[in-house]
């Protein structure tokens, strides 16, 4: 396995070095995900973003996670110069609200441990996007990052605070789902499962149990930050 001394550089460091607007000199996203994100360094891990724009961030991807294969997806064509197929990172052009070729292209390369939607900023492209990639394309327990949300607020954009069909407002519809819509256990004759209804073991083992269960069961966390949103898969 790859290692060098980038270890002892912060994932901001690195962002600032490949200038990328991650970085805490803009967006400030870096911070956060070297506190939420669960993955160790030196991991082999299969990381995909949607948006390559400079291909600034696949670079810091790259550094940060040296075993790691990055996989960028862009509209523009052109991205395919930051390709560097010899250091495992790869650039696939096409759009994030084209379902075939974001199947294609997450499956050339997948399963995932690490998604990041950076790309046209749509609310129903990050949505299309979300539904295509996460249930199938997305390893347990890796992480998929919705950048730039506050994007689901502005007028400009024909949205606004509240408005349905936002990124945001989804989102926040899937938080009933990490609660299990308050289901209760059925299993009224075990006294064990009835002192510890609220185990998401016990709810998934009745998911299982019933076809016409409605609730999403891959969904471990939601975890929402200023302008970003973070899915940690069950």
Not at 47 to 68: C, D, H, Q, R, T
Not at 80 to 97: A, L, M, P, R, Y
Not at 121 to 128: A, G, L, P, T, V
Request: with cysteine; aromatic share 10%; proline share 3%.
């Amino acid at each position: 396995k790859k290692m060098n001394n980038q270890y002892t550089k912060s994932l901001d460091e690195i962002a600032i070095e490949c200038k990328t607007d991650k970085c805490s000199l803009q967006h400030n996203y870096c911070e956060k995900y070297e506190k939420y994100l669960p993955f160790g360094r030196d991991q082999e891990l299969k990381i995909l973003e949607i948006g390559v724009a400079n291909g600034s961030s696949l670079k810091m991807w790259k550094s940060f996670y040296p075993n790691s294969t990055v996989i960028g997806v862009d509209i523009d064509p052109a991205c395919i110069k930051h390709q560097d197929k010899q250091n495992n990172v790869f650039v696939e052009i096409g759009s994030q609200n084209d379902g075939v070729f974001l199947t294609l292209a997450a499956e050339k390369y997948g399963p995932l441990d690490l998604i990041i939607d950076d790309g046209s900023h749509i609310q129903s492209d990050m949505i299309f996007s979300f539904h295509c990639l996460f249930d199938l394309l997305l390893k347990n327990h890796g992480v998929y990052i919705v950048e730039d949300t506050s994007s689901s607020y502005w007028a400009e954009l024909g949205v606004a605070i509240y408005a349905p069909n936002t990124c945001v407002e989804f989102f926040k519809s899937l938080v009933d789902h990490v609660n299990f819509m308050g289901q209760k256990l059925i299993d009224s004759k075990d006294p064990v499962i009835q002192w510890n209804w609220r185990r998401e073991d016990f709810h998934i083992q009745q998911a299982k149990n019933n076809i016409n269960n409605q609730c999403r069961m891959n969904i471990e966390s939601i975890n929402f930050l200023n302008s970003t949103i973070l899915i940690t898969k069950r």
